[in-house]
Each structure stands twice: as structure tokens, then as C-alpha cells.
């Protein structure tokens, strides 16, 4: 996850080079390091440096690394001769290259090639079954044909070998949630918050899916998981004090007759209201009457 000041940084320095100010190199070797999805920027800058012979002998080696990022921005914005372009220079660079040959079959992926596409990711996963970046093109491929079981196959397959991937667990998860898979996708955010215990998204996320799925104990583990992102986030994620009143809310109308819930549920809701009422006080007082129309259709004003 980028840092806001590193996303500072970044912004600055494409404010810098958009206006004429210098540091393309500098902006995409930090847009490279960040992984941040830039494309058209990418292109535009790294095209900039790649048709000045000048500017391109003074990289160095870095020069092919240029390549392989404007290939794969060019790609990303459909320009697709300028992508083969880019390839074909890298190819006379480095024959034979199996990262090479992965732009080759993005390049055939970006076409619609899918048949083509498959068979070249096929080929290189034999010559090295560990390629992160080819099991993952491969579930996005299948995404993208609208293969949702196929894209969950090839994650499954690929979270059996790397395990510790956040972002493999996550899109998966959501894979699962489209789909209406939800004890599933629990199971995925339960691995996700073991890995990352103090990540609020990863307890939202679950407490959400909890509460989708519904029943007294999801309701009561989903409460739990909305209070701990209210905690991680110092009380300040507004969706999760929603969360507590229509869990505290459904709760409240399966264990009626039962005073010690009852009364806890109470003082959570009114915790919660309170809250929601001062948050939009600051950030949105125009919309206080319709939360407050709001908090008394659930009976929590």
C-alpha cells in the first residue's frame, strides 16, 4: 500500500514533469518502485526518453527496463504497435529470454488472443512453474473472458504455492463475494486477517461478508469485527459504526426476551448512533436529518 507521502511525492513529481520542469526518469523510476498503475503517463514520459537517443544511451542498462515498462503501459492504453514496437527491441536484446517471452503473451492477451495467450503462459509455467506474474496474468485472463470458476481455479493453484500473497487472497475473495460464495470468501479473509492483524480493510471486509450471511452467530462475530475496526481506525470509519447499529439492530430482534443482550446491545447502538451523529456534524451536516430518519427506522433515535 502506497504512503500519502509517497503519493505526495509522486504527484509532485508529475506536476513537475507535465508542466516541462524535468525528472521523467526520476517520476518512472518511482512509479516503478510504488507498482502504481500510471499507464498513460508512463507512456507518454517513457516515450519522451526512449525517442531521444541522447536521453535513452544515458541510462545505460536501465535503458531495457524502460523498454519492458513502456511496453507494458503501452499495452495497458491499447497501443499496441507501440507495445511490439518496444518487444522487437528487447527480443534483438535478449533472444531466447522467458521475460521477454511474457511480454510476447501479454502482448497476445491484450490482442483478445486468448487461445494464443494461454498456450505461450502454458509453455513458460513448464520452463519455470514458479513465475508469480504468469499464474496471476493467467487468472486475470480468465477474469477478463468472464471465466470467474476459471480465475478462482488458477488462484486456488497458485495460493497453494505462494500462500503469502495479500493481494491473491483479496481478489479472490472478491471473486468469491460476485458470485455469492461467501463462506468461502470468509475463509480467504480469515487468512488475510491472520497475515495482516492490524489491516481495518481486512476486518471490514469480513465483518461484511458475516453479516451478508446472517443467523445470530455471524451477526455477533460480524459485531465483534465491525467494534475492531472501529478500534483500528480510532473510531473513525464511518461504515463500520453503520455496521454496529444494523448488526446490534438484527441481533436485538432474535435474542428478545433476553435482558443481558438485550442491554449490552442497547449501549452498543448508542455508542454507535452517537458517533455516526458527531462525524457527520463535521463532514456532512446537511445529510444529519437523513441519518438521524435513518437511525430511527433501525429504532436507534
Not at 85 to 99: A, D, T, W, Y
Not at 139 to 158: D, F, H, P, R, V
Not at 254 to 265: A, M, Q
Amino acid at each position: 500500500m502506497v504512503s500519502k507521502t509517497e503519493e505526495a511525492q509522486v504527484n509532485r513529481l508529475e506536476n513537475q514533469v507535465d508542466n516541462g520542469g524535468g525528472g521523467a526518469w526520476e517520476y518512472l523510476c518511482l512509479v516503478r518502485k510504488l507498482k502504481l498503475r500510471r499507464s498513460d503517463k508512463v507512456l507518454k514520459h517513457g516515450l519522451s526518453i526512449l525517442n531521444d537517443p541522447s536521453k535513452r544511451s544515458s541510462l545505460g542498462h536501465e535503458e531495457w527496463t524502460l523498454y519492458e515498462q513502456v511496453a507494458i503501459a503501452a499495452m495497458d492504453c491499447q497501443c499496441l504497435d507501440v507495445a511490439k514496437g518496444c518487444i522487437n527491441v528487447l527480443q534483438k536484446k535478449f533472444p531466447g529470454s522467458k521475460r521477454v517471452g511474457r511480454l510476447e503473451a501479454m502482448l497476445l492477451e491484450a490482442k483478445g488472443s486468448w487461445a494464443e495467450a494461454g498456450k505461450a503462459y502454458s509453455s513458460l509455467l513448464e520452463d519455470n512453474a514458479l513465475d508469480q506474474v504468469i499464474h496471476k496474468r493467467r487468472a486475470a485472463m480468465e477474469k477478463a473472458q468472464g471465466n470467474l470458476s476459471g480465475a478462482i481455479e488458477c488462484l486456488n493453484k497458485y495460493l497453494e504455492i505462494f500462500m503469502a500473497d495479500h493481494d491473491a487472497w483479496r481478489e479472490l475473495a472478491e471473486i468469491y463475494v460476485s458470485l455469492q460464495m461467501y463462506k468461502q470468501a470468509a475463509f480467504c479473509y480469515e487468512e488475510l486477517i491472520l497475515s495482516q492483524p492490524t489491516n481495518p480493510l481486512c476486518h471490514l471486509a469480513y465483518a461484511d461478508v458475516l453479516y451478508t450471511v446472517g443467523g445470530l452467530e455471524n451477526l455477533q462475530a460480524a459485531k465483534k469485527y465491525y467494534a475492531s475496526v472501529i478500534d483500528l481506525t480510532g473510531g473513525k470509519n464511518t461504515r463500520a459504526l453503520f455496521g454496529i447499529c444494523l448488526c446490534t439492530c438484527a441481533i436485538g430482534q432474535l435474542t428478545k426476551g433476553r435482558n443481558k443482550e438485550e442491554k449490552e446491545s442497547l449501549e452498543l447502538q448508542s455508542l454507535a448512533a452517537t458517533a455516526l451523529e458527531k462525524d457527520y456534524k463535521q463532514i456532512a451536516p446537511s445529510k444529519l436529518s437523513l441519518l438521524r430518519s435513518t437511525l430511527k427506522s433501525l429504532k436507534l433515535a
